[in-house]
């Protein structure tokens, strides 16, 4: 018999058994070792590789051309939008339009440098549209139409 609260409360022998110090130990360390592995498991999955939002999963080389392509004129786009002086948003769609046709390039690791390089300077130029620099926004799309039709001509 145990008091709990002032109450006489019988306990059977075999409830007993269950609340144990060494199966309660036994069961606490069980508990610990599945919160590890499900953290564990779970950290992992966040660092797993996740696929850029527009990439065409094993894309064909006409698909890759095409993109190129779509790029490239994108850019050039907004080099000639900048020149001519046309509205900011229209000048940061084609910016955007060759950010996300750049996601569907899919080269080996020789053209992947330029790839990154041309995307690093459309958004530079991005940010200066937006900032209203636009000999900067030239210098750069002038560099990324350059690194375009270079990644054009070794497909």
């Known amino acids: 018999m ?6 006489k409360v019988p306990v059977d022998k075999s409830s ?5 110090y060494s199966n309660v130990t036994k069961l606490m360390k069980l508990l610990k070792q599945l919160t590890i592995a499900f953290a564990i498991t ?6 797993s590789p996740v696929f850029a939002a527009g990439k065409i999963e094993n894309a064909t080389n006409a698909q890759v051309k095409a993109a190129a392509d779509n790029a490239l004129a994108s850019a050039e786009a907004a080099l000639a ?7 900011e948003e229209v000048i940061m769609q084609h910016l955007n339009n060759a950010a996300q046709e750049t996601k569907k390039i899919e080269v080996g ?4 440098p330029k790839r ?13 549209v ?5 000999a900067k926004a030239t210098e750069a799309l002038t560099k990324a139409v350059e690194l375009y039709k270079e990644l054009k001509n070794a497909l």
């Open 2 to 7: 145990y008091f709990v609260s002032g109450f």
């Open 16 to 20: 007993q058994k269950i609340l144990s």
């Open 42 to 47: 779970f950290s992992m999955a966040s660092f």
């Open 81 to 87: 939008g900048i020149k001519d002086g046309s509205h």
């Open 109 to 112: 690791t020789t053209l992947d």
């Open 116 to 128: 990154s390089k041309a995307v690093a300077n459309i958004k530079v130029a991005r940010k200066a």
């Open 130 to 134: 937006q900032d209203k620099d636009n």
